[in-house]
């Protein structure tokens, strides 16, 4: 025993000295940086001028394209405030240069313009908003803000004048915190990128990848939650502060930057696959991972979340899976064995405890409610169950690639006996989607897109009429989530997403992106602009039905980031399949798209795929590591099934396409290939 843990040590070292390398090797070039939201420095200033009020004397003295030595902000009387624009969505430190020897500068924070205010600050928890931070002036120099006072997401910051006499700020600016584990001069050092003909898309997969980079954290600077249910029936102001360790390691892939500043497995099934196609942060994954794994009970139950919000004993089926399915992410992308070496056992124990829900009918049935804030979880839920379908599949190509046939064998049945049993069952042909249970006829958003996802359903004709369905509920706003009232869900509208990719309808993906997150989530002037929405009204009100206090909304969740990897994966066609791309798929989706450009790297080497679209031909050139293999997937164009494909290793010929319109180029090993498409 003591050899084979020495033996996963040294593997395990030995990978993250591979990360390391990598990290340095991939800095160079950085394609289409343009796009990068991440800032070239950690000292940031703000860029405009927001709101004013009372007698204020130069405040463009302290924007970034305007300070000028001599010359600062005077706020003249109490209450006299300016809001600053910093353009985007920021995290850090805030500091102050004072020229006044006494008085007192208040400074609140938002990351929706909705919430500016002079008075408080958006809200992180509890009912409420957060109390001012108050600096209190002795004397002319700079102010800094408390260690545990770094604000995790904001846009908006107000300077206001809380003494009775008159103040001079002479600078202002703000310290980035976020990914802490990198260097300042390297924040834009992205190994993934994307760009398409259409601009909207272009801006989500950047809006996405910034957000992820914003949610991971000091960990030292963890929970942001220091009221975990209402303090008071009214909206009161509350003192704030992030100042607890959540994981081990120097940074944590976490749920929002404002809060709830812990680690969530569920916003980490959207987040990782995100992290991997930009920034390839999988030390944060791994950091969080580990801390669920080392809070796993005895009888094999993972926590709902990590610590501190263990402590509440709260008990989630599906976020117990998602903790596994983050394992079994980490491993596809990291190609990383002996991190699943090491978590194979507690994985084991993790699926054991998921199993032992399951009844006679063969479905877990689901005795405990929380999930994802939704309502009504319980019973045969058809969510709950196509997530445990979907990870007893994993486990079998786990449980093969551990040398262990019993277990896959185990897994395999578990889950075929599942998938025999929820279809009759939970299947509503009349309306073309699941039922939420047999108790209900309610057809969730989350546990038909999950159906498609995990593959429970393979009938081609059911997975289109679930898609068919589901985009037929769509408002101006996006996807709804009636499991959750009036809400609108950017996590599990991730998941829909992907679900439409599946059923081959990519212009209903395409759609899907254009009106729910660039139109809505990025250009609404609500918004940040920048990062993605926790959640919303089917309105288009910034309300999210699970809470009572609109204000705590995050507008920089990692779990909204999912067109970010369905762009690079569908629309680009990049599939990672194994150990860190040792086998890959390359099958682009087109849509109405005529031009895409992306790619990503792993520890393996560098992936790309790059398409175009012109009249009757179609393009393609690829890259991918050598000692890889894969199959690449070319879209005929034309109506007549078939093509002249000319290209890499290939004389002129004509080809014929599948039933999906589709070529086939399989056996091909690792390279760099190029194949023209003329259809006939």
Partial sequence: ????????????????????????????????????????????????????????????????????????????????????????????????????????????????????????????????????????????????????KERGAFRYLTLVNLGMEKVSISDLWVYFTAMPHWQADALKNYSGWFHSNDERLNRVWYAGAYTNQLVTIDPRRGDALLYHSPVNLTPITLDWAVNTTI????????????????????????????????????????????????????????????????????????????????????????????????????????????TQQIDSTGLANITAPADWLRFGMGGHNIEANSILFYTLTLGVTLAHDEGDPETAASYSQLAAKLQQAA??????????????????????????????????????????????????????????????????????????????????????????????????????????????IEGYSITGELHYAPYIDDARISHAHGWATGPTSSLSTYVGGIQILSDGGATWLIAPQLGDLTEVDTGFSTTKGKFSSKWSKKGNEFRISISTPKGTSGTLVIPLPGSRGKARLTGSRVDAVVVHADAAGKYWVRGLSGGDYEFVATGL
């Fill in 423 to 532: 279809i009759p069952l939970l299947w509503q042909p009349s309306v073309g989607l699941f039922r939420d249970n047999e108790t209900t006829t309610l057809a969730p958003q989350d546990g038909n897109a999950w159906a498609i996802k995990s593959g429970l359903v393979t009938n081609a004709s059911q997975i289109d009429a679930i898609s068919q369905a589901l985009q037929a509920r769509w408002g101006p706003y996006g996807a709804p989530a009636p499991e959750a009232a009036d809400a609108v869900s950017p996590f599990i509208s991730g998941f829909e997403l992907e679900a439409h990719f599946m059923a081959n309808r990519t212009d209903a993906a395409l759609a899907l992106i254009r009106r729910m997150w660039a139109d809505f989530m990025l250009d609404d002037p609500r918004m940040t602009n920048s990062t993605l």
């Fill in 1 to 148: 025993m003591l050899q084979r843990s020495l033996a996963c040590f040294v593997r395990r070292m030995r990978c993250l000295t591979s990360l390391a390398l990598w990290i340095v090797a991939v800095v160079a070039a950085v394609p289409y940086e343009q796009y990068i939201l991440a800032p070239s420095s950690r000292t940031l200033r703000p860029v405009s001028v927001f709101h004013q009020h009372g007698s204020v004397s130069s405040p463009d003295a302290l924007l970034q394209a305007h300070s000028v030595a001599g010359k600062g902000l005077v706020l003249s009387a109490y209450n006299d405030s300016v809001t600053y624009d910093f353009g985007k969505n920021i995290a850090g430190w805030v500091n102050l240069q004072a020229s006044s020897s006494h008085g007192a500068v208040g400074v609140t924070f938002s990351e929706s313009s909705l919430w500016v205010s002079s008075a408080v600050s958006d809200a992180t928890g509890g009912l409420g908003f957060d109390a001012p931070l108050v600096f209190n002036i002795t004397e002319a120099g700079r102010y800094k803000a408390p260690w545990e």
């Fill in 247 to 354: 994981t081990n390691g120097t940074s944590a892939l976490t749920d929002g930057a404002k809060r709830d500043r812990l680690v969530w497995s569920g916003d980490m099934s959207i987040a990782v696959p995100g992290i991997a196609v930009t920034t390839f942060d999988l030390i944060s994954v791994r950091n969080s991972l580990d801390s669920l794994f080392n809070l796993q009970n005895a009888n094999g139950m993972l926590p709902y979340a990590g610590f501190p919000f263990n402590k509440n004993g709260d008990v989630s089926f599906t976020y117990h899976l998602y903790a596994l399915i983050g394992v079994a992410n980490f491993y596809l992308w990291s190609g990383d064995k002996a991190f699943l070496d090491d978590k194979w056992a507690g994985w084991k124990r993790g699926m054991e405890w998921a």
